[in-house]
C-alpha cells in the first residue's frame, strides 16, 4: 500500500469548501454511504492519479476536487467524513494519453463513477465530451484540453435502505414460466389510467390498472428491455431522435435516470415489490456486451478514461483500434478479473439488492469469447455458473453476436435459456405457407430437442418467440411484406429484410374484409402455436391485441406513439384477440401436457399402449417416413397424451398425469375434414379452441359457426379445420363436465362444442 496525499483536511475548490479525507478502503468499489460518511473507491490499472470531483446541488458548479489518497491492488480509494447521502460527484483520471498503445487517459473529462447507483442529469452532446479534437487532422491522436463537466451527468451517492414484504418471493418454476417482454416508457406513456405525471416510469408500472392488466393477462413475468443508465447517441439526437430501445449502456448499477421521478431508486423496488406481490417475476435485459463510448472514434464519458486497456476488448497487434463482435464499435474485456468483476458485482446488486428475478443477456456469445472465440468454459460462464446467487436466477442468453462464429442457439451450458430464433422462423415459415416445414415444425413445438436436449438440459432451455422487439409486431407480421423503416432516417437500409411475413394480398392497411378476416385468423394461429409449444412462450406487450408500428421492424429510436401502445385505440378485433390470449395462457398455465419440464420421449409410455406424443396425418393415421418428406404437406396433428404424466413426476415425487388433448394446425390454402383418433366408448373430442372463428360469440344454438359450417356438424369422428387455421381439441368423458378438470369454462373465447 503506497501513501499518495497525507490523510488529513484538504481545501479544494473556488468555495473554499474543506473536506476531511481518510484512507478509507478499496471495498467495496463505487461510492459507499455507511452512516457516518463516503467510501470512494475506482479501479484503474494504469492510471497514475485519480480525482474525485464534488459538485453542488445543480450539479454545475464543482465545489472540490480532491485526490484519493491510496492506492491498493489496482484500487484508488479515499473516506469522506464530510460527503452525506445526495452529494454529487464524478472522478477525472490522470495518465498516458497514448491510443498506439490502448491508452486514452484525460483528467480534462469528466468520468462516470462505473459502480455509481444514481445518475443525475444526462449527456449533453458537444465536441467537449471527446478525448481528442474532433475535426484534428490527426483525428484520435489529437488531445482535447477542453473541460466536459458542463456536458455531463454526475453522480450520485445514495442509501439502498429499504423495506421490503415481509414474505420473501417464490420464483415460479422454469417450465411455468411466461415470459411478457416490455418497455418501461412505451408500456405507460399513453395509459389512460395512469397519472400524466407518472407515465414512462417504474412508478407507473406499479399502478394498479397496469398491475392487473398483468395479472388477468396471466404471464408470469416481465422481460424489461435495458433500464441500466444509457446514452442517446449524437447521431440520433442530431437528427431528432432518441435512443428508445436502450441498448447503449454507460452505468450498469443506476436505472435510467429518466424512468425515476421523485422517489428515486426506491420506485424501482416498489415496482419489483408490487410484481411480485401479483405472482409476477421481474428479468431485466441487460447490456454487458459493449457500452456507449463507441469505438475509437467515440466519447470520453467513463470506461475509457478510466482504464481503456483493461476495461476493452483492444486489438492485439494495434490497441488503438477496438475488437468489435456487437456492430456498436467496442467490447467488454471479460477476460480481465476487475471487468467480470464488475459485471458480476453489478448482476449481484440487481439480484440481491433490487431483487430482481433474472436476466436476459444481449449478444450473450460477446460475453464468452476467450481470445476472440465462443467459450462453453469462458470465465463469464463459469462465474455466473458457481455464483450462489446469480445461478439460482433465470439466465437467458440471447445466443448470436456479429463475430466470427457468433452463432450459438444450442451452445450455452447448462442452467441456461435461450432466445430460439429457429423457433420463430420455422413457425413463421409454416404459417405462411411454404413448403418442407413439418418435420422441423414437430421439433420446434416440442421444444427442439434437437438443439438443447444435451448435458441434462431441460425444455425450457428454448425461449420459444414468434415476434421481439427487434422485428414486425405481430399485427405488422401479418400486414407487411417488406419493412418500412422510413421514419428512422436511414433510408430504410436498417432492420432485417428476411422476416418471413406475409402481407396476405395488401401491403400495409386495408378495408378488404376478406383479407382482414384472414390477418387476424393468422394472428390467433400464431398465438396458439406459440402457447401449446413445449419450452418458454414469450410474448410481445401489444400483441395480444393486435398492435402495430406501421411496417417499422426496427423502432429502436422511435420514442413516440409509433412505438408506446395505444390502449385507446384497441378496437372490437383487438379487444376479440386479447380475450383470446387470455384464455390460450390460461388453458396452458392449467395444463401440464403443454408444457412439461422432461423432453418427449416419442414412443410407448411403460405400461401402456399410448405415445407421449403422436404426429398425424390428416385422416388420422401416424405420420410415417414418406409424409415427413413430402415438401407439399402442410397439415398436421399432434396428440398429446395426458397419461404422459404418469412418468413425469413433481418435486415431491407425485406423477402429474392430465387429459389427452388433440391439435390440428393446417397451414394448406384448403379447408381440410381431418379424422381424429377413436376414442373409447363413453369419451368424446371437445373442441377447445378454433382460430378460424375467434372471440366468444355462439349462434342461437349454442354451436361455433365456422364459415359455413360448425364443429358439431362435422361427421362422427371427423372435424373441420378451415384453411390457415387451428384447433385443439380435449379428450372427455360423455355425461361429465363440459369442462373437465383445469378447463376453461364454456362460454370463454376459447369455448366449443362437442364431438
Known sequence: ????????????????????????????????????????????????????????????????????????????????????????????????????????????????????????????????????????????????????????????????????????????????????????????????????????????????????????????????????????????????????????????????????????????????????????????????????????????????????????????????????????????????????????????????????????????????????????HAGFLDAVAQDPVLSRKKLIAEPWDTGMGGYQVGGFPPGWAEWNDKYRDTVRRFWKGDDGQLPELTSRVSGSSDIFSHQGRKPWASINFVTAHDGFTLNDLVSYNDKHNEANGEDNRDGHSHNFSWNHGVEGPTTDPAILALRRRQRRNFLLTLLISQGVPMIVAGDEFGRGQNGNNNAYCQDNPLSWIDWAGIDEAGRDLLGFTKALIRLRRQHIVFHRSRFFQGGLIPGTKVKDVTWLRPDGREMTDEDWHDPAAKTLGMLLSGEAGLTHLTETGEPEPDQTFLVWLNASHLDMTCRNPSLPAGNRWHVEADTLAGGPRHNAAGARTVGTKTAAASKKGRVFVAARSALILVRQEIGGREAGPGQVAHGSPLARPSL
Open 1 to 376: 500500500m503506497t501513501t499518495l496525499a497525507p490523510p488529513f483536511v484538504h481545501r479544494a475548490g473556488p468555495t473554499g469548501t474543506r473536506f476531511r479525507v481518510w484512507p478509507g478502503s478499496p471495498y467495496h468499489l463505487g461510492a459507499t454511504w455507511d452512516g457516518s460518511g463516503t467510501n470512494f473507491a475506482l479501479f484503474s490499472a494504469h492510471a497514475e492519479a485519480v480525482e474525485l470531483c464534488l459538485f453542488d446541488d445543480s450539479g454545475q458548479k464543482e465545489i472540490a476536487r480532491i485526490a484519493l489518497p491510496e492506492h491498493t491492488h489496482e484500487v484508488w480509494h479515499g473516506y469522506l467524513p464530510d460527503v452525506r447521502i445526495g452529494q454529487l460527484y464524478a472522478f477525472r483520471v490522470k495518465g498516458p494519453y497514448d491510443p498506439q498503445a490502448g491508452h486514452r487517459f484525460n483528467h480534462h473529462k469528466l468520468l462516470l463513477d462505473p459502480y455509481a447507483k444514481s445518475l443525475v442529469g444526462d449527456v449533453k452532446w458537444h465536441d467537449a465530451l471527446f478525448g481528442y479534437q474532433v475535426g484534428h487532422e490527426d483525428g484520435d491522436l489529437s488531445f482535447s484540453t477542453v473541460d466536459s463537466a458542463p456536458y455531463m451527468p454526475k453522480c450520485q451517492v445514495v442509501d439502498t435502505a429499504f423495506t421490503w414484504g415481509p414474505d420473501p418471493f417464490s420464483q415460479n418454476p422454469w417450465h411455468d414460466t411466461i415470459l411478457y417482454e416490455m418497455h418501461v416508457r412505451g408500456f405507460t406513456m399513453r395509459h389512460p389510467e395512469v397519472p400524466v405525471p407518472l407515465r414512462g416510469t417504474f412508478a407507473a408500472l406499479a399502478e394498479a390498472p397496469v398491475v392487473e392488466y398483468l395479472r388477468e393477462l396471466g404471464i408470469t413475468a416481465v422481460e424489461l428491455l435495458p433500464v441500466h443508465a444509457f446514452v442517446h447517441d449524437r447521431h440520433l439526437v442530431e437528427r431528432g431522435v432518441r435512443n428508445y430501445w436502450g441498448y447503449n449502456t454507460i452505468g450498469f448499477f443506476a436505472p435510467h435516470p429518466e424512468y425515476l421521478g421523485k422517489g428515486g431508486l426506491n420506485e424501482f423496488k416498489i415496482f419489483v415489490q408490487v410484481m411480485h406481490d401479483a405472482g409476477i417475476e421481474v428479468i431485466l435485459d441487460v447490456v454487458y456486451n459493449h457500452t456507449a463510448e463507441g469505438n475509437h472514434l467515440g466519447p470520453t464519458l467513463s470506461f475509457r478514461g478510466i482504464d481503456n486497456a483493461s476495461y476493452y476488448h483492444l486489438m492485439g497487434d494495434d490497441p488503438r483500434y477496438y475488437n468489435d463482435f456487437t456492430g456498436t464499435g467496442n467490447a467488454l474485456e471479460l477476460r480481465h478479473r476487475n471487468v467480470l468483476r464488475m459485471v458480476t458485482d453489478s448482476l449481484r446488486y440487481w439480484a440481491e439488492e433490487m431483487r430482481v428475478d433474472g436476466f436476459r443477456f444481449d449478444l450473450a456469445t460477446t460475453l464468452a469469447r476467450v481470445n476472440g472465440v465462443y467459450d462453453q
